[in-house]
């Protein structure tokens, strides 16, 4: 699916089939049902198409931001699979290279992260919550 030229040609594919492909790429959390048609559903018609047309873009719209991203003063926590096949680690890198109030982690897992790598996940994501940000330089003026 990525080395796909065009997007339109998966318009003729039925979404229910791409996304339970891209699905297979959980490598290690079982969906329960319910939460397997969420995923289903929430891109029939257009909009798993649409999703690859927005990430598509990540190139031309980080080269964007570039200039921007250092002013960004909140900090930012970047999560990423280190092993993602549909946004790669350098999207996260290239952040985290411009944003000065930033910390980021690469967790072993592919895109769906927060799934395979849940444990994991949450645990940097409350931590950032507890008071984590500071240790990236962030100082609260309150």
Known sequence: MGRARDVEEFKKVDPRQLVAGVLTAMERYGLPPAVREDYLSAYEGDRFVESMRFIRAYPRDLALLRDLLPQVETPV?????GNDSAVPRTNAEFLHERIQNSKLD???AGHFVWEDAADEYSSLVASWWNGGFRAVGYA???
């Open 77 to 81: 926590q970047i999560i990423a699979g």
């Open 106 to 108: 690469l967790i072993d």
């Open 140 to 142: 609260d003026t309150r």
